[in-house]
Nanobody, 126 residues
Framework: QVQLVESGGGLVQAGGSLRLSCAASGRTFSSYTMGWFRQAPGKEREFAAAITSSDSTYYADSVKGRFTISRDSAKNTVYFKMNTLEPEDTTVYYC????????????????????WGQGTQVTVSS
């Protein structure tokens, strides 16, 4: 069982930065693929980034080059540093954990992840 708690969301001006954190419980944290997804009202949950148990990272085209995912296994925490934020990045961001072997098809699908945080709101003003 894994429990995830996100923090770090908030209001920022366009061009600014935020760092989201996802604190995980459970001793097998390092064995999971960790992902960040985002979901706007009325839309499908959208893949943003993931980091595997071997620390390989993957990004959606919409965030590549601006956002960085990382993990600190000693702290059981995953981070999502978001730079050069745009109003289009405004939405709720969710942390997720999945016990699967990475493929791009599996990793980008929210249904592949079995554990989810409660979400944190990010609002980017223009």
């Amino acid at each position: 069982q894994v429990q995830l708690v996100e923090s770090g969301g908030g209001l920022v001006q366009a061009g600014g930065s935020l760092r989201l954190s996802c604190a995980a419980s459970g001793r097998t944290f390092s064995s999971y693929t960790m992902g960040w997804f985002r979901q706007a009202p009325g839309k499908e949950r959208e893949f943003a980034a993931a980091i595997t148990s071997s620390d390989s990272t993957y990004y959606a085209d919409s965030v590549k080059g601006r956002f960085t995912i990382s993990r600190d296994s000693a702290k059981n925490t995953v981070y999502f540093k978001m730079n050069t934020l745009e109003p289009e990045d405004t939405t709720v961001y969710y942390c997720a954990a999945g016990g699967f072997r990475w493929t791009s098809q599996l990793g980008s699908r929210w249904r592949s992840y079995g554990y989810w945080g409660q979400g944190t709101q990010v609002t980017v003003s223009s």
